[in-house]
């Protein structure tokens, strides 16, 4: 549909000194349930931000809008310096088309709790599906960035095997190194580990330190994992009730919290 | 489309339309002809002596009719090469084939049958070719809804429905007054008997004077209908059937609309279906016996045949169950076969 992977003249203009993502007055609603209310929020390029808060708070929402999972009802989201939901007109904005999203969602990857992987394809295959279809690249070419992806998660062995063969972290990594695989600035990660068994959480979480120690991807993360963001977070981002309570440095924001809600909220969590 | 940059350079917009200097010209002038000869037509020439004013709907009627064609060719062309090339323009190019060819199709039905009235006494007969023309329309009028559904979750069905049966995306689709009619029409067809249906559709073939459909055809039509609505139903609960992660998953790899159904929902989808369309397979063929009623050389007719000649009431009874045996016990096994050939380990 689009053009495999936007020029690189796109890519040039959207790399001057442009937020990696850039909200401002996101509103979003579930029927009566308001879970983002005129959120601002802006990521630097290369920034790792963990954003926490309780269940239902609405931050996977974030997430979710981000990825176009969910529509927001208002406001307005920049990638890169461009609009995911609108277009330039005139001296304004117009509501976006299809292909203009499209164009746009090539710069964003989501890891999912779920993994979502695809059940019918090898590990090898899904990790190969979207650089082959959506970006052009001969099957071969595609393997071997594939094999080297599933390499780096420690999974070169597993490629052949489909994910009903793997274990939950096993699943992960693989879906970890599709989202990859497509090269994104930006990569959500939507509680990657909450669905995995104890022991299984320290793989993928040595993945994600893998990925952002080089240090070119810039990270969103909604985790539970509060050792984990103080190690890696360059930003915590405390969210609750549609929007954010406070954000700073992990130290800060993990021992010092200035505010009622994220002390309750950091309580109950240590608790378990 | 004019892009005039305003915050942070965005890119210029991708083409969305064929437009150009060229084209505009020859839009107006196109528009200039179309009144001129739809003058001509109408207005300036003179009546025929048999048709007397109606034909001058000819001079709208076939035209439009031949550049419906045309449209239609062009748009599957494009349609085509979209796919081989994958540029946009292709893409652009079968949209705007098929907005034409959706309003001349409607023009050459209404025209069509306006004419008719007076010409032949009817506005309508269901021979063949006006038949499928109203499909095309039909179709047509599927294609631009598909065109437009906003890339959320409620539109993934309606896209699914299509790529099943077209019944089954006017039954998903979320203009109610489009999917009424499906609804109503599915809901129908599977809530009367198969054997009502067919006594229906031959006593209105025999009252018809246009319709000369054998008794082959009349069972034929009547067990595709009847079963299309229960294929339609079993394919929108198979792409129902198909986690939201997984559509989630497709959208977050970016993949085209193209690559999501081939590639991810319908290699899912399809097995669950598979052992309803069995069933209904092996029920459609169980259930031919029934054109024996409207008068169809089937098994059952012969095995009737054969006890009327040789006065054995139980033999050839028993000879045409086995003959049916014969048939549906290898074909359920292949189903089943199929079935598990296509199976895949579940997550």
């Known amino acids: 549909m689009s053009a495999p992977e936007t020029t690189a003249t796109d890519r040039d203009i959207s790399a001057k000194g442009a937020a990696a993502v850039r909200m401002r007055g996101v509103d979003k609603a579930f029927g009566p349930n308001k879970v983002l209310a005129e959120l601002d929020l802006d990521v630097e390029p290369g920034e790792r931000v963990v954003i926490i808060g309780p269940s239902g708070s609405g931050k996977t929402t974030i997430l979710r809008v981000i990825m176009t999972l969910e529509r927001p009802d208002a406001g307005t989201i920049q990638v890169g310096g461009r609009h995911l939901y609108h277009q330039p007109h005139g001296n304004g904005l117009k509501p976006a088309s299809e292909k203009h999203i499209r164009s746009v969602r090539s710069d964003i990857g989501m890891v999912f709790q779920h993994f979502n992987l695809f059940p019918h394809m090898t590990a090898l295959e899904n990790i190969m599906l979207a650089p082959v279809k959506v970006h052009g690249k001969s099957r071969d070419e595609a393997r071997a960035r594939g094999m080297e992806l599933l390499d780096s998660v420690g999974l070169a062995h597993a490629a052949n095997q489909t994910p009903g063969q793997l274990s939950g972290g096993q699943k992960q990594r693989v879906a970890i190194a599709r989202s990859l695989a497509n090269e994104p600035r930006v990569m959500l990660f939507d509680e990657v580990t909450s669905a995995l068994d104890p022991e299984l959480v320290g793989d993928v979480l040595e993945v994600l330190r893998r990925i952002a120690e080089e240090g070119k991807t810039t990270m969103m993360l909604v985790t539970h994992e509060m050792g984990f963001a103080r190690e890696v977070a360059d930003r915590v981002v405390m969210f609750d009730a549609g929007a954010v309570v406070e954000e700073g440095p992990p130290a800060q924001i993990l021992d010092e919290p200035r505010e009622e809600r994220t002390r309750s909220f950091l309580g109950a969590v240590r608790e378990h | ?347």
């Open chain 2, 1 to 347: 489309m004019t892009t005039t940059p305003t915050e942070a350079s965005p890119p210029a917009a991708p083409a969305t339309s064929t437009a150009s200097p060229l084209t505009r010209v020859l839009g107006a002038l196109s528009a200039v002809g179309v009144v001129l000869v739809g003058w001509l037509g109408l207005v300036a020439s003179p009546p025929d002596v048999v048709q007397q004013d109606s034909v001058r709907l000819i001079y709208v009627h076939v035209p439009a009719v031949t550049w419906m064609y045309v449209a239609v060719f062009l748009c599957a062309f494009a349609s085509f090469m979209w796919l081989r090339k994958r540029t946009d323009g292709w893409d652009v190019l079968a949209a705007s084939a098929a907005e034409i060819a959706t309003v001349l199709t409607g023009l050459g039905l209404i025209t069509g049958a306006v004419w008719g009235r007076p010409t032949w006494g009817v506005y309508w007969v269901w021979d063949a070719r006006l038949t499928s023309t109203a499909i095309l329309f039909v179709l047509l009028l599927g294609y631009q809804a598909l065109r437009r559904y906003p890339a959320e979750p409620q539109a993934r069905s309606r896209m699914a429905a299509v790529l099943g049966l077209l019944l089954a995306l006017g039954r998903r689709s979320g203009n109610r007054f489009v999917r009424w009619p499906f609804v109503a029409f599915i809901e129908f067809i599977r809530s009367t008997p198969l054997l009502v249906q067919l006594f229906f559709a031959q006593a209105y073939v025999r009252a018809s004077d246009s319709l000369t459909w054998s008794p082959i055809t009349i069972l034929v039509v009547v067990l595709g209908i009847h079963y299309a609505t229960y294929c339609s139903e079993a394919y929108r609960a198979g792409i129902n059937s198909v986690p939201p992660g997984q559509w989630e998953a497709a959208t977050a790899l970016n993949l085209g609309p193209t690559t999501k159904w081939l590639r991810v929902i319908l290699p899912q989808a399809i097995p669950n279906v598979l052992p309803s369309l069995g069933n209904f397979l092996v029920a459609a063929f169980k259930d031919a016996p029934l054109g024996f009623i409207v008068g169809v050389p089937e098994l059952l007719f012969f095995a009737n045949t054969v006890r009327g000649s040789d006065f054995r009431p139980t033999e050839p009874y028993i000879l045409a169950g086995v003959g049916f045996l014969l048939v549906s016990i290898p074909a359920a096994w292949a189903v089943r076969r199929l079935e598990r050939k296509i199976a895949y380990e579940r997550t």
